[in-house]
């Protein structure tokens, strides 16, 4: 549904001016439809003091039924947009003026006798043409009012659909930038001599000792190159898909650096249905490795685990390396940077001296702007 757009009468005096130019409009529109109308006998001989009461009278008229088509037209535009049902919205706004329009002039009419004690004889709105002619120019003043709302409401639309587009444009093209960010850290891992070099040694090491467990590694091992070839230019991917390049992953750094490094992975399947970044876990997962010990004797934990249906968390203990160890930042910042260009929530780092947490929020497939994805 479009946004309420606020309408081109809001400040006050810009309200009073429109009322004078409806009275303007009232009169010419009354006069043009009934000349002769014994109104106009009936005004022009009346004392100076009754014809400015008539005016003011006239105006606050105007001004009601200006506000109330004011009303009228920005409750619709909440409720029943243009844009969706055009047809019914012209005549429930067309009905609703004329049924107001009527009433207020019922309303007053009631009043002038009842209360004023009005003769017939001498006063127009007894004149049922004249009559007429009142509920017929009013009518007419009020849609011109509609008209001029709804245009503005239409020329608003238009603008704020082009600025929505320029901005859609502008966040595509970042996306495409952090996207190919992500594809380069891809790659990266691919030709890292330590990566391949430490995976191939396992390899060869493994089928020496155990041809089956060698088989299974280099399944593996083709599997999470074949994930990173397929799906890191991705926008999002199912949580459920990345757990799955997960095991192959956790896999090969298990037999790679042994007990020195324990994941637990609890996960409900209603939040495997969600999406994130492809390569968020793994990213997450290098960063807990590059930057804490892997000792068997005091294994560096893992955790995945949902918190709610529409968030994830990796934790990890804190076990510092002795030398620092210089990081570039880059999988981190990837990711927030992804996050802000895919939805508003973005992941939370809390860290202290025993844990360090990333809380990733899981994405629904329709929180997602389709054009995002590619």
Known sequence: MIEKINIYLISRWRKVVFALLSLIMYYVVSFF??????????????????QIIDVTVSLLFCLIISRISIIINSKLNESLPWTEKTLQRA???????????VLIIAFQVIVSFYVYDMDCE????????GLWN???????????????????YFIESWKKTALDAAEHRLKAAENKRAAA??????????????FVFNNLSVLSELILVDQKLGYDYSENFSKVYRYLLVNSKKDIIKLAD???????????IQNRVGSGVSFEIAIDETAQNLYLPPLTLQFLIENALKHNKTIKSDPLKIKIYNSGTDTLVVENERIP??????????????????????????PEIIKDSHTFKVIIPLIGYEDEDSNYRR
């Open 91 to 101: 005549v429930i706004q067309t009905g609703l003026q004329i049924l107001c329009i």
């Open 242 to 252: 990345e757990l799955k390049f997960l095991r192959s992953y956790i896999f090969l």
């Open 122 to 129: 001498n006063d127009p709105l007894c004149d049922f043409k």
């Open 33 to 50: 439809l009934h000349p002769d109308a014994y109104y106009w006998k009936f005004f022009f001989t009346q004392p100076l003091l009754d």
């Open 181 to 194: 960010e992500a594809e380069l850290l891809a790659l990266k891992l691919q030709i890292d001599p330590h």
């Open 321 to 346: 390396i002795q030398s620092a160890v210089l990081s570039s930042g880059l999988g981190l910042s990837n990711i927030m940077g992804r996050y802000k260009l895919l939805t508003d929530r973005t």
């Open 134 to 152: 009142w509920v017929s120019a009013s009518i007419i003043i009020a849609l011109i009012i509609s008209a001029i709302n709804t245009s503005n």
